[in-house]
């Protein structure tokens, strides 16, 4: 199962279903096809929720970036740690 984490901090932020995963792909940019990182600010959150996103993975999202204005995530499978 996939899992996101906190780049800047390397904080596990949660467990994610491959469909979290692929909405988040087709959400945030990706610099190359191989991209796994992405960054995430409150105007980003914002358009997800309006874009219909799961409101479990949005909570997570929000929980991670706390008090901060962004944050650099990546998702990775979990088998990878």
Not at 13 to 35: M, P, S
Not at 48 to 66: F, Q, R, Y
């Amino acid at each position: 199962m996939p899992r996101l984490v906190r780049i800047d901090t390397g904080d596990v932020i949660g467990k994610v279903t491959d469909k979290h995963v692929a909405f988040l792909v087709a959400q945030l940019e990706e610099e190359n096809e191989d991209d796994q990182d992405y960054f995430i600010d409150k105007d980003t959150l914002e358009l997800m929720s309006d874009n219909g996103i799961d409101p479990e993975l949005l909570a997570m999202l929000e929980k991670a970036m706390g008090d901060d204005d962004s944050m650099d995530i990546a998702w990775e499978d979990d088998d990878a740690a």
